[in-house]
Structures are given as C-alpha cells and as structure tokens.
C-alpha cells in the first residue's frame, strides 16, 4: 500500500468534499478516448489558485486547436483515481501528486506511457535534473511534472537578522556555527514543531529527507526511500545525529526539546516576527508562508527571508528535496495527446505562477514571473540543485511513510525511546511485499 495524500491534507485543511467543476463546457462528441472527441477532462486536488492559473494558460492553447479542456478539483485524488480506473467516468489526464501513485496506476495498466507523444529531448533539457526520473516507470515516461514545490528551505526574520549582521550559511558546518552565534547572543536559534493532528511527526522527517541526501547523494536517498538501504543504516543514522545536535541541545529551541512535539508545525515560526524574536530560523517549505501572521504575509519580501538549506560540504551533493503534481495520461486519443503537449511546454505556469503558490519544474521558466522573493529564491533553489527528490516519505509504503516513520521519530523526538530503537522499529515495519 502506497502513501496516500495524508500530508497533502495535514497542510492544506480539508479539501472540498465533493467533485467541484472548474470549467462546465465542452465542445464536442463522444467518449473519452474518441479520436474525434475535442474535450479533455483533468482531474486534480492541486491548491484552487493554482489550478486557475494553470486553467488560464492552458484554455487559451487549447482554444486554438478547438479543444475544450474541462478541470475538475477533486478531494483526494490519489484515492479517488484507483476506484475509477475502470470505470467509465474516469478523466483523460489525473494530476497525481505523489510518483508511488503514478506506478500503481502503471500497474494496474491504466496509464498510457508519453515517450511517443511529448518530445522527450526537450522534456529533459527543460525540466529540472530528476524531475523525469521521478515520472519513470520500469524505463518509461508516464508522469509529466507541472508543478513543484521546495521544501529545502530556511526562513528568517529579515529585518532583525539584517540588523544583527548575521551571514547566511554555506555548509552545513557553518549553519552550526550561526546556530551557535545566534545562541551566543542571547537569542533562541531554531523555531521547531511538529505537531500536526494525526499526522504529527512529518516535519521530523523532512529533515531527515534533507540531511540524508546530502550525507548520501542522491542514489544513496533513492536506496533508501525504497528501502534497499535500511533505516538503520550509517547514513540514516548520521542524519539523527544532526538533528540531534541542532534541535535537542539546549538552549537551541524555542520551548526546548519537550517543547517540540506539541508545537504545531503551522504557529512554530510566527514567533521569529515578535518584535523581539523568539526565534530566528524555522526550516519548512514555500507552503509555510500562508500559515504566517496577516501582517506578514501582507509584506513578505520586507518581512521574510529565506535561503536553501546548505550542502554538507562546498562543492558537495546539493539536492533539493520537495514534491510535485504529475499529470498522468489515461486516455490515447489526439486531443487528449495535444493537451499534454501544452502541459509539458515550459510557459505552461505564466500565470499560475502570479499565485504566489507555484513554482515551475522547468528550469528554463522565466524567474521574472514569480511575485515575491521567497518564490524567486525557493525556484533558484530548485534550478541550482544538482537534483530534485521528492519527498521520500511520500514515496514509501503508507504503513511507513506516513505511519511509522512519523510515530517512532516522535517517539524519539519526545524520549520514549533512543534513536537506534525508533529505525529499527521502522525498519520491521516495512512490508514485505
């Protein structure tokens, strides 16, 4: 069983509850799947504001073909689209958040593989290095990526960390080093809370994901996420110590380390903009800006700074860890083929990006387009990585990636248990098959 779109819902709040309808008409005839058939249904759960800019730009490149494309926002679409795969109400193209979903669905048979209907050589000179890695499926291209987000990231208290002059780090040694300055000062160094409802844990094992692809590179993260390398394995281990070393010694967080469990992951950083902070660095994703205080977010770029979580050495693996929605083809006729097409073409985001809540996987996109600072550094981030790896926990079985994994780290984080006891129970945990 693969993980579903648990944490999707932990961010976000509670979708809508039933199909919602973006765009009612259709021009054309037939069946899905007709080759005379001049509408495409598209299935998503992506952010409102993200499927109107994506809507926009892609009605108007339809349009000129003749094509209607219909969008539906649906609730949990990684569930929904396995209960519709056979069925006669299934869209032409689903947006599935998580590559796990996208393999079962090549599984069951029910995907249509795009090497023969995108231009694949400009699909991989354009996009994001490891982005059509993750959309691969037993060596063909079955999820084309059309949004991303970065998780890779640090905020900061612009005006007071301007103010105290200090640098932002460049290696992992030296985000020690300005943790303890920060500390030397007299101030709180880290905002921490993982506290998320029945999905409390998973900011834990962001960081995880961040300082094991550093540690490891990129194949090593990849052994990992599908388990030929084992939790308790040296890199894994390695990762905990740093974790350890950042959030449990004290004096490092606000609240201290009992303090972590129960502070939602949501409020833990709105402290950094007290007018004094309590703390001054919050590691999260793009995504984290919208549960900031309304007087913040009315003033991002004056209020907010943010820089890429650091490689662990100069010159070393520089990975950016993030997620993503890929569009996955279920039906073979030509205009659902021409539409995936325009979805795969690098301006496809120009206007979903003034939403301030996407960020294109294409590196040839044009930076000017994002509305804030944060966006522009979280999308130079991704397009200076040496790669892109989604979120390893999404990618794991359910039981582990979002059950075990989130349980035993809390576990760990709270004292329940040592570190070597939480892996190794993750690592029983992994189903067999």
């Known amino acids: 069983m693969l993980k579903l779109s648990t944490r999707r819902k932990a961010l976000v709040g509670a979708a809508a509850t039933a199909l919602m309808s973006l765009s009612l008409a259709a021009c054309g005839g037939g069946d899905s799947g007709s080759s005379n058939d001049k509408s495409v249904t598209i299935w998503t759960s992506m952010d409102q504001p993200v499927v109107d800019g994506l809507e926009k730009t892609l009605a108007e490149k339809a349009k000129a073909e003749g094509i209607t494309v219909k969008w539906q926002r649906v609730t949990d679409i990684n569930t929904l689209i396995m209960t519709k795969l056979n069925s006669s109400d299934k869209p032409d193209i689903a947006v599935i958040p998580q590559p796990g979903v996208v393999a079962n669905i090549v599984k069951r048979g029910a995907a249509i593989p795009l090497d023969d209907v995108l231009d694949m050589n400009t699909v991989n000179s354009s996009m994001l290095p490891g982005v059509v890695d993750a959309g691969t499926v037993d060596g063909k291209y079955y999820g084309l990526q059309i949004n991303a987000s970065v998780k890779s990231l640090v905020f900061y208290p612009k005006k007071a960390w301007e103010q105290a002059g200090y640098p932002i780090p460049k290696t992992i040694d030296e985000l020690n080093s300005l943790t303890d300055k920060i500390k030397a000062d007299g101030n709180t160094p880290w905002c921490m809370g993982i506290e ?37 394995s040296d890199v894994v281990k390695q990762a905990g110590a740093e974790f350890d070393k950042l959030m449990f010694t004290d004096g490092n967080v606000l609240g201290g380390r009992e303090a972590i469990a129960s502070t939602n992951f949501g409020t833990a950083g709105n402290p950094m903009f007290d007018s004094k902070p309590g703390c001054w660095m919050y590691k999260q994703g793009t995504f984290i800006t919208g549960f900031f205080p309304k007087s913040v977010q009315s003033d991002l770029d004056n209020q907010v700074g943010v820089f890429p979580f650091p490689p662990a050495q100069t010159g070393g693996e520089n990975p950016v860890v993030g997620g993503g929605d890929l569009a996955t083809m279920l039906s073979d006729d030509d205009a659902t083929k021409s539409v995936m097409k325009m979805l795969s073409e690098s301006d496809i985001g120009t206007e979903a990006a003034k939403s301030g809540a996407y960020i294109s996987p294409h590196k040839d996109f044009d930076p000017s387009g994002y509305p804030n600072e944060i966006m522009k550094t979280a999308a130079k981030a991704a397009t200076g990585a040496t790669t892109f790896l989604f979120d390893g926990s999404d990618q794991m079985p359910g039981e582990v990636g979002a059950g075990t994994f989130w349980k035993e780290i809390t576990a760990w984080i709270t004292g329940q248990e040592d570190l070597d006891t939480a892996l190794q129970n993750i690592d029983d945990s992994w189903p067999s098959s």
């Open 196 to 232: 998320s409802d029945t999905a409390t844990g998973w900011p834990a094992t962001d960081w995880f994901e961040d300082l094991i692809a550093r540690y490891g590179g990129p194949d090593v993260y990849n052994q990992w996420v599908t388990h030929e390398i084992p939790f308790t």
